[in-house]
């Protein structure tokens, strides 16, 4: 399996340590266009197994052709990439789930997937809002 990740924060870092665990044989991640590339690189590549590529343009990303893509960059990242990806034909997870309530936004995405004949798959929970709250309750106890 081909692997391609947008944004290389918490979650995704976290997902490369459990994909040596699996059928993954290669990642292909898009960063922000001022990112250092060559030194992302180095450093995911050091130790591991599985080849990590680092490109900062979307058509790059989609042109390797991964077989499944994870969003792990915020709701900013669903509005401008996931639409595009979906109408070429990729299938996506969406981890920032909250951004599908912009209603306009969802819409687009269910057309965009219908267009490529795709799939957006919405992961149960939204762990990281949920331990937010959770922190917040807890201080105003």
């Known amino acids: 399996m081909f692997l391609g990740l947008i944004g290389y ?10 994909v040596s665990r699996t059928g993954v044989r290669e990642v292909t991640v898009l960063v922000r266009p001022s ?7 180095e450093t995911a590549n050091k130790g591991s197994d ?8 979307l ?7 991964p077989s499944l893509v994870v969003e792990c960059a915020g709701h ?3 509005g401008s990439h996931v639409p595009d990806l979906l109408k070429q034909g990729l299938d996506v997870v969406i981890a920032s789930i909250g951004a599908l309530a912009d209603e306009d936004l969802h819409q687009k995405i269910i057309k965009a ?9 919405l992961p149960s929970g939204a762990i990281g809002g949920l331990d937010i ?5 807890k201080r105003q106890s």
């Open 59 to 65: 058509d790059a990303f989609a042109a390797a052709k």
């Open 9 to 18: 924060g918490g979650i995704a870092k976290g997902l490369l340590d459990l």
């Open 133 to 137: 709250l959770r922190t917040a309750t």
């Open 50 to 57: 599985i080849p990590v590529r680092f490109v900062t343009a």
């Open 35 to 41: 990112t250092d590339v060559a030194a992302l690189a």
């Open 113 to 121: 997937a219908q267009t490529g004949k795709s799939r957006f798959i």
């Open 76 to 78: 900013g990242a669903v």
